[in-house]
């Protein structure tokens, strides 16, 4: 029996631990964010931002990659060879006295001299299998296309780079502008949730006075339609609200599970804007990504054509060789060390080249009409979203006293239903005139704060 209670005991404690632990791990799971917060996960988290980050790493290898061509080239080579029937050459007969006569004796008595004249072996002119060593070193030692690669390398790194910052700058915008979505569904379900209980008493306390036989019960149910509307379009706030936390999650780069908490509130970064400091504003369109983007390609497209122009030139190369057999021959002619130095020099090409360089500078022409179409485009849309941005802005400020109106109108109006001064269909038009004023009012905010995002990416000012 004690056993069995000890053992409980201990069920209940480890029970207890995890219960705890795994109150604190959803409390971690839970992400407090200002708007800045949010932009700083984003350049850590989000994709296409880390995308770009690799693409620079890309770069670089590939810097060091067209840097290597004009760096000494090693290279070793280990060859296996079998002969299937050497060569071999005879010298014929050739004159030889033994070891066995006297070297006093006299040559005419030595017999006939023919019989000292024998057949000679013939000799192998390869080894039957052999393997050959060999190592050679080459270094590019003038190039002028391998010069405006290194130049078109680099212009390259600064292509990812810039690639890099549009994106960081795009990322930014479309996150910015969820976290204002976000806020401004908060903001609205809650408006429209206290507008509800307010309702529900009203409803309440009608459903009482129609017992008593002051109101009839037609008006009771116009208003149970009038709730009844109210809470559908709650109930789809809702989830636009829920649906706008996951975007986003998705902006950002967070888990779809995470689970965030905004610390921003829709107020106060309303209440920050100022229309004024963008009226006389000018757009300076040199720190702008795509124009930078542009310019880049620009030089790249000049580095194409001094590419084409650099073939004309001549290449020199230098080299070293270094042979060796593991069985030489009885007679090897092959060279152990070789050293040379060698120059390539176009000299006629039917006029390809010629058509190349043509082809270069007409792609730099095209590169330069762009150019001056994305700066004009740029401004262009600057000078729009600008006055967009201000009319929004003012817009706000007019539909921001309309709200405040169509409330009082409408707690004035349920006040007169209650008392009997007023009609249902009265009641209706001015529940439905606040309710199409503040969605209104929120999508104008909306649309104040999604025009500044804008702005700021057109200028490059996303912190």
């Not at 960081?168 to 903001?187: H, P």
């Not at 936390?245 to 689970?259: R, V």
């Not at 109106?405 to 606040?434: A, C, D, P, W």
Request: aromatic share 10%; net charge neutral; no cysteine.
């Amino acid at each position: 029996m004690n056993n069995s209670k000890f053992y409980s005991n201990i069920f209940l404690l480890i029970l207890v631990i995890f219960l705890y632990k795994n109150s604190f791990a959803q409390k971690d799971s839970i992400v407090n964010l200002t708007l800045q917060d949010a932009l700083i996960l984003t350049e850590e988290n989000n994709q296409a931002i880390k995308n770009s980050k690799i693409d620079i790493i890309i770069a670089k290898k590939k810097i060091w990659e067209t840097t290597a061509i004009g760096l000494p080239q090693v290279n070793g080579k280990i060859s296996y060879q079998n002969i299937f029937k050497v060569p071999e050459v005879s010298f014929g007969k050739a004159f030889y006295i033994p070891d066995n006569v006297p070297a006093e004796t006299p040559i005419n008595n030595v017999g006939d001299l023919r019989n000292f004249y024998i057949e000679t072996p013939p000799l192998a002119l390869g080894v039957k299998q052999n393997i050959t060593f060999d190592l050679t070193v080459s270094q590019l030692v003038f190039s002028g296309e391998y010069i405006v690669g290194l130049q078109a390398t680099k212009a390259f790194k600064q292509l990812m780079e810039l690639s890099e910052s549009k994106t960081i700058n795009d990322a930014k915008e479309s996150v910015k502008q969820a976290y204002y979505l976000v806020l401004v569904a908060e903001e609205n379900f809650k408006i429209l949730k206290s507008g509800l209980e307010l309702i529900d008493k009203t409803y309440s306390e009608l459903i009482q006075i129609n017992k008593a036989g002051y109101i009839e019960e037609t008006d009771v149910d116009q208003f149970k339609i009038n709730k009844t509307n109210l809470e559908n379009m709650i109930a789809s706030v809702e989830r636009q609200v829920n649906l706008a936390y996951d975007l986003l999650k998705f902006q950002i780069g967070l888990e779809n599970t995470k689970g965030i908490k905004l610390l921003d509130n829709l107020e106060s970064i309303i209440s920050q804007e100022n229309a004024e400091q963008y009226i006389n504003s000018e757009f300076k369109i040199d720190n702008n990504p795509d124009y930078q983007l542009m310019l880049n390609q620009v030089t790249l497209t000049k580095l194409s054509l001094k590419r084409e122009k650099s073939k004309f030139l001549p290449s020199i190369a230098a080299f070293y060789r270094y042979e060796r057999l593991q069985k030489a021959p009885s007679f090897n002619f092959s060279i152990p060390h070789i050293f040379g130095v060698g120059m390539e020099i176009p000299i006629f090409g039917s006029g390809m080249k010629l058509s190349r360089v043509g082809q270069a500078k007409l792609e730099l022409e095209k590169s330069n009409n762009t150019l001056e179409k994305v700066e004009q485009g740029l401004t262009l849309q600057y000078l729009k979203t600008k006055n967009e941005y201000i009319t929004s802005y003012n817009q706000y400020l007019s539909i921001k006293e309309n709200v405040s109106l169509t409330k009082k109108i409408y707690e004035r109006t349920l006040i007169k239903y209650k008392e009997g001064l007023s009609s249902s269909q009265e009641l209706t038009l001015v529940q439905n005139q606040h309710l199409t004023t503040q969605a209104s009012y929120f999508n104008t905010i909306l649309d104040v704060l999604n025009k500044k995002a804008t702005l700021e990416k057109l200028v490059s000012n996303n912190k």
